[in-house]
């Protein structure tokens, strides 16, 4: 793997091997995005605010003030560029390590000399996008959850040019449904949230309106209420993050297989819903999801309360096992699925599915 930190005579610029230090620092991918033609930039909070970010979207305004939920006060941008966000050592030290365990795997390979950014994701989800790019075109993406202990959780991973919370596809699903005010801007006070639990989703909030929510992967409209995506959790009653999925140790790491995917095209189940006469398959562990893989090569996710959340029914056409370095006993399934119209492969741990929904067998295995 080349190191990033040398300089023209190999020797090196910092005092540690993280990978492109200062772009990890300086290029938390919240700063100066723009939403195209609607004239919004965004800015890291603090630290210790940094999940709970949000954009204020000023209306026919090119640079609006922007501001935290949790502060009481717009501050001018020289104080948000003294407070930007720092991401902790502890995400950019699992982030690069889980990178570095990819990139030896085809088709990940190309991650190897790539630059990482952050964006946090929030409020109330305390994670982090990690957008992976090479040449400063995308290569893929990581959403990394916080634990209950403290740690982090892989929550998922990409590898394809299209990223969750691309922003040109959520400006024409504003402009189609005339929320823009002359088709460029949002009414004054509108706020635009990432949010994050199960699945990528934006929310958007029009001053004296409840939230609107659209997928963060194809800007479809969601339901009103969400029931997994929320802005507080306490409510919500899921499964362990961690369970069955890559998480940080303070010791040793993780280690991933080549990721097994099936060459039989992507399945839109909404193409033909036959396969929803069909009796759903049995699968008590992410082993068992897995053996099921190997027998049919493509699978149909489907959850009967929460499709919403999940983006779903969405086919599922391979694997990639993980195992700790500590624990022998200690594996993870991530199984891939095809996000619709790109060329993007998201992995998504087997026992976050097996959870909430039940699988069936594709019409054409």
């Given amino acids: 793997m080349k190191i990033h930190n040398m300089d023209s005579n190999d020797k090196p610029k910092y005092s540690n091997n993280h990978r492109m230090l200062p772009v990890r ?3 938390v991918t919240i700063i100066a995005t723009t939403l195209l033609g609607l004239g919004i930039h965004s800015s890291p909070a603090s630290a210790a605010k940094a999940e709970e970010a949000i954009l204020t ?17 717009p501050q001018s941008r020289s104080v948000q560029s003294s407070e930007a966000a720092r991401v902790p050592d502890s995400v950019m030290n699992f982030a690069e390590d889980t990178v570095d365990q990819l990139s030896v795997h085809a088709p990940f390979t190309t991650w190897d000399e790539a630059e990482l950014a952050y964006t946090p994701l929030g ?10 790019t090479e040449n400063g075109l995308p290569q893929g993406y990581m959403i990394i959850s916080a634990n209950e202990d403290g740690g982090y959780v892989l929550s998922e991973y990409g590898i394809g040019p299209t990223l969750p919370f691309s922003q040109a596809p959520l400006h024409e699903r504003l402009a189609a449904e005339g929320l823009l005010k002359g088709g460029t801007t949002l009414p004054a006070g509108s706020i635009v949230r990432k949010l994050y639990d199960v699945s990528p989703v934006w929310q958007v909030e029009l001053p004296g309106k409840k939230p609107v929510y659209y997928s963060a992967l194809n800007s479809e409209l969601l339901p009103d209420q969400l029931p997994l995506t929320r802005t ?22 993780w280690r991933s297989t080549t990721p097994s995917t099936s060459s039989v095209g992507e399945q839109d189940p909404y193409d033909n819903l036959l396969w929803l006469t069909s ?70 741990p087997a026992s976050r599915l097996l959870e909430e929904g039940v699988f069936y067998a594709s019409l054409n295995n």
């Fill in 279 to 348: 009796a759903p398959l049995e699968a008590g562990n992410s082993t068992d999801l897995l053996h099921l893989l190997e027998e049919r090569s493509t699978l149909i996710f489907r959850s009967a309360a929460h499709n919403a959340a999940f983006g779903s029914p969405f086919q599922l056409n391979g694997w990639q096992s993980w195992s700790s370095e500590n624990d022998k006993k200690s594996t993870a399934i991530y199984v891939s699925v095809p996000m619709r119209n790109s060329d993007t492969l998201r992995y998504l």
């Fill in 57 to 73: 979207l000023a209306a026919g305004s090119t640079a609006p003030s922007i501001t935290s939920h949790a502060l009481d006060q």
């Fill in 123 to 132: 409020p109330g989800t305390h994670g982090w996008l990690v957008t992976i």
């Fill in 232 to 253: 507080s959790a306490s409510s919500v009653s899921l499964p362990p993050l961690a369970k069955g999925a890559v998480v940080s140790t303070a010791a040793g790491t």
């Fill in 25 to 27: 620092i300086l290029s």
